[in-house]
């Protein structure tokens, strides 16, 4: 393990109501577990909301570059450990981008927004890895809030590898608020990638 890794909590910000966490991050925390609703009125029965893997690594990617780092760690312990490497990437409506279908006044099915995430998903692993390393990477969009899909997709995994900070949270924490709560409650082993990246 290289000095860019933290397996533990150490410095990482208390559970949610904390009397030091910034306000609003209980209700972050709260969306990131699926405690609440990611898009209500919105019929998700003909998407992916769960994620199941038989073994080997799990790696969360949202977009940002420090998951993107985490990507390349965990992609290079796969490749040493012979496993196979779970991309995960947990969407809602409003964080999804455009698919090709939509136009002004027509809202495409859901099944259409969930292939968008993927599309965009698998560019990014393409980014990070290159071409050749990307043709063996397992991607998955899932319709869930991104801690939950992320235990549910680490619950028969190996290793379940993490960026420390994504795409917004809280400036001043140690991890994250998904990495936080992921170290906290996943029932397989976790790694969490640090970066100096403050994206």
């Excluded at 990482?12 to 609440?36: F, K, S």
């Excluded at 998903?121 to 809030?145: E, K, P, T």
């Excluded at 997709?153 to 190996?158: E, F, H, L, T």
Aim: glycine share 10%.
């Amino acid at each position: 393990m290289d000095d860019r890794t933290d397996p533990t909590t150490e410095g990482a910000a208390g559970g949610a109501g904390h009397p030091d966490e910034p306000a609003g991050r209980a209700e972050v925390v709260a969306a990131e577990l699926g405690e609440v609703p990611l898009d209500p009125d919105v019929d998700d029965s003909d998407v992916s909301t769960e994620v199941e893997v038989a073994g080997g690594v799990v790696v969360g990617h949202d977009g940002s570059a420090c998951s993107s780092e985490a990507l390349r760690w965990a992609a290079g312990l796969a490749a040493r450990a012979s496993w196979p490497l779970h991309v995960v990437r947990s969407w809602r409506m409003t964080s999804a981008p455009r698919p090709v279908t939509w136009e002004p006044g027509y809202v495409p099915p859901m099944t259409d927004w969930e292939q968008a995430v993927l599309d965009d998903l698998r560019a990014d692993v393409r980014a990070a890895l290159g071409a050749q390393r990307a043709a063996d990477v397992i991607c998955h969009a899932v319709h869930m809030a991104p801690v939950k899909a992320l235990m549910d997709a680490g619950r028969n995994a190996d290793l379940l590898v993490v960026g420390s900070r994504g795409r917004g949270g809280f400036r001043g924490l140690l991890l994250g608020s998904v990495s936080d709560q992921i170290v906290h409650h996943a029932t397989c082993p976790v790694t969490v990638v640090r970066t100096q990246r403050k994206d």
